[in-house]
């Protein structure tokens, strides 16, 4: 099957924190390719991953970095596809450095960016972005939203059945 | 013709800003539909809004707010589309505010968030997003991006050809 | 005893934080609920908790969240009780982020902010305010600050009489 | 009539910022006093006026102050009632220094605080806490907030109906 | 021995930092009183302290405090003796809010600011304030400034000397 | 008459500001001297200065300087004299770089740090060093807070007597 | 004569500020070269740039770019050449964005960055790195620092002389 | 032979930290010295260090220091050579006093500054100044870049072949 989302990361010390991406695509069975781009390191590969996505079948790109994060708007310059940026946290500046490089794009080139750290809620996004004209995807989203509601009425539920005191309890 | 877009704020006074990216679909041919919807002023509106928009046609959802900006978070929590946030630069804090108050948004619920003030790019990537299913779309942004870069072209060929002291002359 | 404080928090993970604002209220014996209400996943929930607030004998939310913490606002935009907010220190930002959301709310609609992790003070200043019309709730308040004092005196004056190094070493 | 909310600040030159406050209470007809109290030069003042102010009737503080924003926290220290605090906006700092100065108060000793410059939000937030057991002034802010909903929505239905080109050209 | 300078702290959990005063005036044969007087929980105690320093022969006073630290400033309005103020570290916020609650004094009511946690630079700063009019004192902190200038050029002899990756090595 | 106090800066751009501790200490009576000393430009120039001014019969010295602000720390460095720095605004940050860059001193060179811009303060404060063995000076020290309480009673006075409304037209 | 020095930036708005690192070259005698080239609308422009320079004769490449301020790391990715990034003060983060998207680069490829707004000084760093190996420029160098040491000094003799307020006076 | 960069720290316990500069040019085989030298501890050293740096070969100086780091620009002040500045990450502000204090220098004296806790790159950096005129250094650095980008690919291969699943599982 031909990916619709492409992941890439700047580096392989950001995968821990950019699979959380492919987990969710996994879980809504929404095809995505995976691979390290670092636009500083592999530009020419950068280049050539940003102005060949569409021709491949590439809907939406996802990328993550930290510190002075290009690698989002790099990409963002040379596609006409939606392009995702994740802010990865940094080691000394908590990702407020990532979160800069990356929101604060120039008129023109736009980038979709989530929260520091949330590559989940970008493969979400992602997920949305395509659901936007295929319905079948949209549901798959919908349902999730509704498990998640699920999920917290449960625990709100549980909550006021045992008290405070024994909820914090049993979380340890 | 049935909006696709739907462009909201949380005043009237974030119209100024907020109309940037009316202008830019306007350009691009792409039917929005705008208005003001508060969530501290018209939650009703709002959860009306929001719940009713895939239904109505809409695909994606552009929403502008400054200070404790919740307008696009919460509008997120209560649709499957993609919803793209515009932090509006408040009067005390330049809009720092406004930016975490949207991006930082928690799992299960990304908001697709621009730069400070940065309407026109939410207007640029809502049409990427549809573009990423509607050929006719995308294609007019890359002629967008090819316009712009044939215009930055144009200007470095200029400063190159009369010198920056005729250059920065001729601006003022 | 109907409760007159209403505890909500946006999360069960911010419940280790949270639960000091009900723990002080059990000392001083002023009535509350508790309870999960996420502004991003159970927006209906939240919706009926603050609309039907004032009419169940509530008389102060105290409303906690972490991140893009919307849950305070969104509550104080659909009740006319006082909402007190308790920014959680989030995992990225310390904190700031959940501060400036909960506290930068537009005119017309405020939010009684606390310190960053304030779950104790949102108790104590929902007591003050039950007090400003309770007298014995007020009497318990002053007495709790004179207990402070007291407290603060005594180490004082431990200080002042075993010396700075014999204090230090009797901390650990 | 006794004044039921006192309204102070640190210094004449925030009252332009502070008489937003006295401007709501007035439309809300809740009666209240002001006056100027600085912490760094009348301190006694401060003390006298914190110690008296429940004896005196008064059932709500609104304390402002900028920069090392001491005035809130002192008054909270010195009374059990509740002391709702605005941050002013500072010169140098944005009020950034004002809003921490107030916000991040210990363990015991609760500032309820507003956003910077958020006078008008005090005032409506003292309100709130007078309603909190008076129905007439609950009803009267419940009634406020009906206004603004009012407000907006025919803010939304003109600029839905003439288009925002029109309006924003009505706005100049 | 009266004592010269007055050390005190919000808290006692700020004596850890705190300490590092007392050591080096100890170091300094500079005579020193220690205690704990909190703005907000003991504020009578803290206007005795105050108004009562000079008199009692005191000619510096040090203050430490920690998040909306008040302790410095509110000393400084109730003595004309300088005051050092020191931003102990918070727990959400790293000290920034400390920092700002102490160093943002409005004009007539200065604090002398010093880092961080910089109890021990506090301390020195005391002395020298004292040796401004002392000759002896002035000349044990000159004596000082000395001796860490040895120290330091011992340091950089030996690694200069043996070469970083040896000097590293003997640093674990 | 010889000064006690020595007043530097690194620029005379920074004179309209640091001209603030000149004219509190005419005030006060308490002789200065006045110059311009850049740590970056002049830097043998700073070593003479801060070297010789203890020889010299300088007992305080008060320096102000914006950006990465070295002058203060620097001065400190070469003398075992009081150092006073003055954070000036700068133009694209606020006086945050230059409040960080003064006050961060490592341990056993401190900088007594008031607020940005705060060269009156730091004149009071230079004061307040002197009068910690100058009854005299201490004694000028509190008429001037005497006077400044005197002036904000007034004003309350007033405020109180003629109303906020009144008051506030009377301030334009 | 061959540029030895490249100056960039990302748009023609950057030129009012960027224009001073020319201005200094000139005064230094230093061939340069200017352009415009944006990492975002024209990458390609930006490739050919950064993979070309130093076989056309540059030495050092000076980029200047605001917001998410990708140019001046993106050039370094591409060439072996020194680069200096100027960050442009944006519009809504005062150029604090810029900063941290140029300086905050990952290891292997670092940016020399300079003050926000910094332009001249990068100037003058391209001529201090030429002049780590021309005698030269380095000499030229030495002679622009002793005319600022001049002017400073003259300034300094200036005001001792006249005094602060005849100085103020004249300064407007 | 001769050391041709000169790498500086203001203590010791910058070296765990400043050593990365040092590898790296033991790899790059460009010669170097190192030692401590404190702008605030040892002030004459650093200005014999700085005023005799050219004249002894040096041709590039890194200095690295923290919080009120204030080595590299007084380091720069005192000599025609680049200075390279590395911010350290300081234990309460995670280095921004340290960046704030070095990148944002006055116009005339520019410091070159890396990422906090960069060491690496500066090291990097410096040998791209020397190779900006020695063809043979500029060489290694290419090489070096190269070496990088075939790294980076045949991570990206493995993880493209063996999936993210498996290629998290082999880094712990």
Not at 39 to 54: I, N
Not at 72 to 79: D, K, N, Q
Not at 145 to 163: P, R
Request: proline share 5%; glycine share 8%; hydrophobic share 45%.
């Amino acid at each position: 099957m031909t990916a619709r989302i492409g992941i890439i990361m700047g580096s392989d010390s950001d995968l821990p924190i950019m699979q959380e991406a492919a987990k969710i695509l996994d879980q809504f069975e929404v095809s995505y390719e995976l691979s390290i781009v670092s636009a500083h390191r592999t530009p020419e590969k950068m280049y050539d991953y940003a102005t060949s996505a569409r021709k491949r079948g590439i809907q939406v790109i996802i990328a993550g970095a930290g510190g002075a994060a290009h690698l989002p708007g790099m990409v963002a310059a040379m596609t006409e596809l939606p392009v995702i940026g994740v802010p990865v946290q940094s080691k000394t500046m908590s990702g407020i450095d990532s979160l800069y490089s990356i929101v604060q794009m120039p008129p023109g080139v736009p980038v979709a960016t989530v929260a520091i750290n949330g590559a989940r809620n970008a493969g979400i996004l992602a997920a949305q972005i395509i659901g936007a004209s295929d319905t079948k995807v949209a549901d798959t989203v919908a349902a999730f939203k509704q498990s998640m509601k699920t999920e917290v009425l449960a625990k709100a539920e549980k909550v006021e059945d045992i008290g405070y005191v024994a909820y914090v309890a049993g979380m340890k």
